[in-house]
């Protein structure tokens, strides 16, 4: 991979233009719902990455919890699934970097070094070449953050205790913040699928490392960092619940999305 992973889907899962791109985040960003008390910020973030016109309203209700305090994050580590490359364990790429049309991400070169200390992480740039997962998440962090590393992973064949292993390396403290990228379930009906994505939600809400791919096609690295938060005693939270029939697509066939964010307990 080049010293830039460039930009692979945009102009198709979100707006090309800059100037476009900032706009729509900015306002999925103001329609998101607020918490009626002050929440604390989160530690850890579970969203979906769709295409913006089907998820971004979702990914958003948990990216608007970062505006407070947000200039404490300095570092994401972000986790989604390998869709187009086989892969055992956890992939980072060799890129120093990650663009975006608003502009390049610096890759945390240290916390990746120390992530290849582990023998589930392996250096793969054609699992993070045109991986989507992840990139769609970038355009919201670099909109919210003004200034962090990326310490990017893709998942694959990896069990849950070995992607908490990873989470916990890198668990840092407010420096750091973990973000999850997953879709719900996948190609069901409006009906069957409002049913299968409010039991995975319950799954995630009761911290038990138990989905499966029929449930999220990031269930692998989900559940990691299910095992890991419950370790720490974080308080699980639902955010959005929806599917792309509520808000772009057509009922027949659907794609499931949920936004979750995880906090310290209140004292």
Known sequence: MPAVRPAAVAGMFYPESPRVLEAQIHAYL?????????????????????GYVYSGPIAAAAYARLAAGCEEIRRVVL???????LLHGLGVPSADSF??????????????????????VSESDRA??????????????????????????????????????????LWGGAETLIVISSDLSHYHSYDQACALDRSSAQTV??????????????????????????RR????????????????????????????VFSEARA
């Open 30 to 50: 103001a329609q998101a719902p607020r918490p009626t008390e002050p929440a604390a910020r989160p530690k850890a973030l579970i969203v979906p990455h769709a």
């Open 233 to 260: 005693g974080l308080r699980p939270e639902l955010l959005d619940l929806r599917n792309s029939g509520d808000t772009a697509g057509d009922r027949l066939s659907v794609v499931g999305y949920g936004s979750f």
């Open 79 to 85: 986790l989604g699934p390998a869709h187009r490359v």
């Open 128 to 169: 993070h070449a045109l991986e989507h997962s992840l990139e769609v998440q970038l355009p919201f962090l670099q909109t919210l953050l003004p200034k962090f590393h990326l310490v990017p992973f893709a998942v694959g064949d990896a069990t849950a205790a070995q992607v908490a292993e990873v989470i916990e390396l």
């Open 99 to 120: 663009a975006t049309p608003l502009g390049e991400v610096e890759v945390a070169r240290a916390a990746v070094t120390r992530a290849l200390d582990l023998p589930q």
């Open 205 to 230: 809400m009761s911290l038990s490392p138990t989905l499966d791919h029929s449930q999220a096609c990031g269930a692998l690295p989900i559940n990691g960092l299910l095992t890991a938060v419950r």
